[in-house]
Protein backbone atom coordinates (compact mmCIF):
# COMPACT_ATOMS: atom_id res chain seq x y z
CA UNK A 1 0.00 0.00 0.00
CA UNK A 2 1.50 3.17 -0.88
CA UNK A 3 1.11 5.61 1.59
CA UNK A 4 2.13 9.64 1.29
CA UNK A 5 2.60 11.81 4.07
CA UNK A 6 2.56 15.87 3.86
CA UNK A 7 4.17 18.09 6.16
CA UNK A 8 5.81 21.81 6.24
CA UNK A 9 2.35 23.93 6.32
CA UNK A 10 1.60 26.84 8.61
CA UNK A 11 0.40 30.72 9.14
CA UNK A 12 3.21 32.66 7.44
CA UNK A 13 2.32 36.48 6.57
CA UNK A 14 2.23 37.54 2.93
CA UNK A 15 5.57 37.33 0.79
CA UNK A 16 7.15 35.20 3.08
CA UNK A 17 8.17 31.75 1.86
CA UNK A 18 7.27 27.74 3.14
CA UNK A 19 8.49 24.33 2.37
CA UNK A 20 6.35 21.27 2.27
CA UNK A 21 7.31 17.63 2.21
CA UNK A 22 6.32 14.37 1.11
CA UNK A 23 7.44 11.33 2.37
CA UNK A 24 6.28 8.38 -0.40
CA UNK A 25 6.39 4.95 1.11
CA UNK A 26 5.24 1.17 -0.33
CA UNK A 27 6.66 1.32 -3.49
CA UNK A 28 9.74 2.26 -5.20
CA UNK A 29 10.01 6.10 -5.27
CA UNK A 30 11.49 6.23 -8.89
CA UNK A 31 8.86 4.39 -10.22
CA UNK A 32 5.80 6.80 -9.38
CA UNK A 33 4.97 10.58 -10.80
CA UNK A 34 4.56 13.01 -8.18
CA UNK A 35 2.05 16.18 -8.00
CA UNK A 36 1.08 18.82 -5.30
CA UNK A 37 -2.76 20.31 -5.93
CA UNK A 38 -4.77 22.34 -3.19
CA UNK A 39 -8.06 23.60 -2.08
CA UNK A 40 -9.25 26.49 -0.73
CA UNK A 41 -12.13 26.41 1.09
CA UNK A 42 -15.21 26.79 -0.72
CA UNK A 43 -13.72 26.15 -4.04
CA UNK A 44 -12.23 23.17 -6.17
CA UNK A 45 -9.33 21.16 -6.06
CA UNK A 46 -6.86 22.35 -8.51
CA UNK A 47 -3.69 21.61 -9.61
CA UNK A 48 -0.10 23.26 -8.50
CA UNK A 49 2.62 21.31 -9.53
CA UNK A 50 3.72 17.76 -11.02
CA UNK A 51 7.07 16.48 -11.34
CA UNK A 52 8.32 13.14 -13.46
CA UNK A 53 9.85 9.93 -12.13
CA UNK A 54 13.41 10.56 -12.95
CA UNK A 55 12.48 14.61 -12.12
CA UNK A 56 13.67 15.93 -15.08
CA UNK A 57 10.01 16.77 -16.23
CA UNK A 58 8.44 19.81 -14.09
CA UNK A 59 5.01 21.66 -14.82
CA UNK A 60 3.26 24.52 -12.66
CA UNK A 61 0.13 26.42 -12.99
CA UNK A 62 0.92 29.53 -13.87
CA UNK A 63 -0.64 31.04 -10.61
CA UNK A 64 2.93 29.96 -9.12
CA UNK A 65 5.31 30.44 -12.08
CA UNK A 66 8.17 31.84 -10.80
CA UNK A 67 7.20 31.24 -7.25
CA UNK A 68 7.20 27.55 -6.49
CA UNK A 69 9.94 24.95 -7.15
CA UNK A 70 8.71 21.49 -6.95
CA UNK A 71 11.58 18.85 -6.43
CA UNK A 72 12.27 15.15 -5.47
CA UNK A 73 15.17 13.47 -3.19
CA UNK A 74 15.47 9.78 -3.91
CA UNK A 75 17.38 9.02 -1.02
CA UNK A 76 14.95 10.34 1.39
CA UNK A 77 11.49 9.40 -0.94
CA UNK A 78 10.38 12.79 -0.49
CA UNK A 79 8.84 15.37 -2.46
CA UNK A 80 9.38 18.57 -1.75
CA UNK A 81 7.32 22.22 -2.74
CA UNK A 82 9.12 25.32 -2.24
CA UNK A 83 7.04 28.43 -1.73
CA UNK A 84 8.32 31.51 -1.71
CA UNK A 85 6.77 35.38 -2.19
CA UNK A 86 3.50 33.65 -0.59
CA UNK A 87 0.06 35.23 -1.59
CA UNK A 88 -3.10 35.49 0.76
CA UNK A 89 -5.03 33.56 -2.49
CA UNK A 90 -2.36 30.68 -1.78
CA UNK A 91 -3.97 29.84 1.27
CA UNK A 92 -5.51 26.39 1.18
CA UNK A 93 -4.63 22.46 2.12
CA UNK A 94 -2.27 21.62 0.08
CA UNK A 95 -1.99 17.99 -1.23
CA UNK A 96 0.40 15.36 -2.49
CA UNK A 97 -0.69 12.63 -4.71
CA UNK A 98 1.00 9.90 -6.82
CA UNK A 99 0.51 8.08 -10.03
CA UNK A 100 2.03 4.85 -10.78
CA UNK A 101 0.99 4.61 -14.54
CA UNK A 102 2.65 7.26 -15.90
CA UNK A 103 6.35 8.88 -16.17
CA UNK A 104 4.86 12.12 -16.25
CA UNK A 105 0.94 12.52 -15.14
CA UNK A 106 0.22 16.45 -15.66
CA UNK A 107 -2.60 18.28 -14.65
CA UNK A 108 -5.47 16.16 -14.07
CA UNK A 109 -6.47 14.73 -10.71
CA UNK A 110 -7.50 11.52 -12.21
CA UNK A 111 -4.29 10.38 -13.68
CA UNK A 112 -2.98 9.84 -9.86
CA UNK A 113 -3.57 6.73 -7.69
CA UNK A 114 -2.94 8.06 -4.23
CA UNK A 115 -2.98 10.88 -2.22
CA UNK A 116 -2.03 12.00 1.38
CA UNK A 117 -4.00 13.95 4.21
CA UNK A 118 -3.02 17.31 2.85
CA UNK A 119 -1.23 20.20 5.18
CA UNK A 120 -2.90 23.72 5.98
CA UNK A 121 -1.20 26.75 4.97
CA UNK A 122 -2.31 29.91 5.40
CA UNK A 123 -1.01 33.11 4.33
CA UNK A 124 -2.28 36.32 5.83
CA UNK A 125 -1.94 39.62 4.51
Known amino acids: QVQLVESGGGLVQDGGSLRLSCLISGRTFSTIAVAWFRQAPGKEREYVAA????????SYTDSVKGRFTISRDGAKNTVYLQMSSLKPEDTAVYYC??????????????????WGQGTQVTVSS
Open 51 to 58: ISRSGLST
Open 97 to 114: ACATAFYFAGTLAGNYDY
